[in-house]
């Protein structure tokens, strides 16, 4: 379905078409629920009006660009919101929460820096809404000496990312000193999900894991 309505946009975008599953294996409970929806990255403003026709009329979409040529007329969608900001800077983000405190899923398809997507992830996490999707495209580029990145460089967002994973586990620590200001910034990551140049974080309430038995030992 996404697919689709991505071959037959009026205004132009760029997605690797390994990312369209990734997408509809996320984000297909949102549609028409009416998401409030942000992405970084407006590009020539073919994204918004994916999400826009994907979610339904009732979505919200909020797009984020540093570059003025996103903000042309010819560039936008009808009934999208287009905002100016540096993704790597906190005050941005802190003005754009106050804006927009709740969001149901977010889409880092910025500038791609591991300073930038981590900058970006730390500041939108404690606002994505419970249930809801932090999404980061093109992570290849923690790979990327041109990008802040290096295969396993600590600065990567790769790296990042696995360093969270441990926040999933954060029941089972015996030790109370493990659970680092990191771990208790992420404790409602419910799960990471890693794909080809996508990492997937989803956010829910943690419930307590109880063991069941089948019959008494």
Not at 15 to 44: L, Q
Request: aromatic content about 14%; some cysteine.
């Amino acid at each position: 379905m996404l697919k689709e309505i991505f071959d037959n946009l009026t205004l132009h975008c760029g997605k690797f078409d390994t990312y369209f599953d990734v997408y509809e294996r996320h984000f297909d409970k949102f549609v028409n629920k009416n998401p409030i929806v942000v992405e970084v990255g407006i590009c020539r403003g073919g994204s918004a009006e994916m999400w826009k026709k994907y979610f339904g009329e009732g979505a919200t979409i909020i797009g984020i660009d540093i570059d003025p040529n996103a903000f042309k007329i010819e560039h936008q969608t009808p009934g999208c919101i287009q905002v100016y900001g540096n993704q790597a800077d906190p005050e941005f983000w802190k003005k754009f929460f106050e804006d927009y405190p709740e969001v149901d899923i977010f889409i880092d398809d910025g500038g791609h820096h591991q300073s930038q997507q981590i900058t970006t992830l730390y500041a939108a996490w404690p606002h994505i809404k419970n249930n809801g999707v932090f999404l980061c495209e093109d992570t290849h580029t923690s790979y990327w000496d041109s990008y802040g990145g290096g295969f396993c460089r600590e600065s990567s967002f790769i790296e990042y990312c696995k360093r969270l994973t441990d926040t999933v586990n954060l029941d089972h620590f015996k030790d109370t000193q493990d659970q680092v200001n990191l771990f208790e910034h992420y404790t409602n990551l419910n799960s990471i999900h890693y794909y080809d140049s996508i990492v997937v974080l989803e956010k829910s309430t943690k419930v307590k894991s109880t063991l069941l038995t089948s019959t008494p030992i």
